[in-house]
């Protein structure tokens, strides 16, 4: 069963910070990757940044050089370090992750948190 649980959003004025968090709790599954997303113009979830288990990176271009994503593998915790945040940011910010069973390779599921709403005012 996998579970993950966010945390550290809110208000904040546009030039701004905030910190997401994201709890991952496991058992029987491996992590190849994590990510956060968020809810576009058109409710559609769209990918704000990933981190591999090699910690390789991929980010939106929308919040490249604004947004860091890292990862604690000991403690199965996600980061999202947000700077210079802007009104266009705010949205519903959701946690995920890629697992595999065991130590198998494929399949690979993806789980979500229930999401955490982040709200930048101008």
């Known amino acids: 069963q996998v579970q993950l649980g966010e945390s550290g959003g809110g208000l904040v004025q546009a030039g701004g910070s905030l910190r997401l968090s994201c709890a991952a709790s496991?058992?029987?599954?491996?992590?190849?990757?994590m990510g956060w997303y968020r809810r576009g113009p058109e409710n559609q979830r769209e990918l704000v940044a990933q981190i591999t288990s090699r910690g390789i990176t991929n980010y939106a271009h929308s919040v490249e050089g604004r947004f860091t994503i890292s990862r604690d593998g000991a403690k199965n915790t996600l980061y999202l370090q947000m700077n210079s945040l802007k009104p266009e940011d705010t949205s519903v910010y959701y946690c995920?992750?890629?697992?595999?069973?065991?130590?198998?390779?494929?399949?690979?599921?993806?789980?979500w948190g229930q999401g955490t709403q982040v709200t930048v005012s101008s």
């Open positions: 496991l058992s029987g599954f491996s992590i190849n990757a």
């Open positions: 995920s992750a890629w697992v595999v069973k065991g130590a198998t390779v494929t399949p690979t599921y993806q789980y």
